[in-house]
Nanobody, 127 residues
Framework: QVQLVESGGGLVQGGGSLRLSCAAS????????MGWFRQAPGKEREFVAG????????RYADSVKGRFTISRDNAKNTVYLQMNSLKPEDTAVYYC????????????????????WGQGTQVSVSS
């Protein structure tokens, strides 16, 4: 069973940057696509970015395209989310999750297709 631990959240001014990390243990991390999701107070959890199990394909929500970059290091069992040009509307708890289907060809954006969620890390962006 894969266990995920996020880190790197914090408080930052608008226009600033943060890099989130998600460390995986206890399973076959390198055969699962990975996703980053976020949930703001009173809102549903939403897809932010995803990366295929090989790292060769990525997908982003329209709201973060051009500002966020997802990457992974399978040797370190870690996935990253580099967040630049942060906006107050990016404020949320950020979660990483592993696709429940190993070696899935299509990058999925639906939370229900992901298992093994981390505990989340808070990102707060001030205006």
């Amino acid at each position: 069973q894969v266990q995920l631990v996020e880190s790197g959240g914090g408080l930052v001014q608008g226009g600033g940057s943060l890099r989130l990390s998600c460390a995986a243990s206890g399973g076959t991390f390198n055969v699962h696509g990975m996703g980053w999701f976020r949930q703001a107070p009173g809102k549903e959890r939403e897809f932010v970015a995803g990366i295929s199990w090989t790292g060769g394909r990525t997908r982003y929500a329209d709201s973060v395209k051009g500002r966020f970059t997802i990457s992974r290091d399978n040797a370190k069992n870690t996935v990253y989310l580099q967040m630049n040009s942060l906006k107050p509307e990016d404020t949320a708890v950020y979660y990483c999750a592993a696709d429940k289907v190993p070696r899935r060809v299509v990058l999925t954006t639906q939370p229900g297709n992901y298992d093994y969620w981390g505990q989340g890390t808070q990102v707060s962006v001030s205006s």
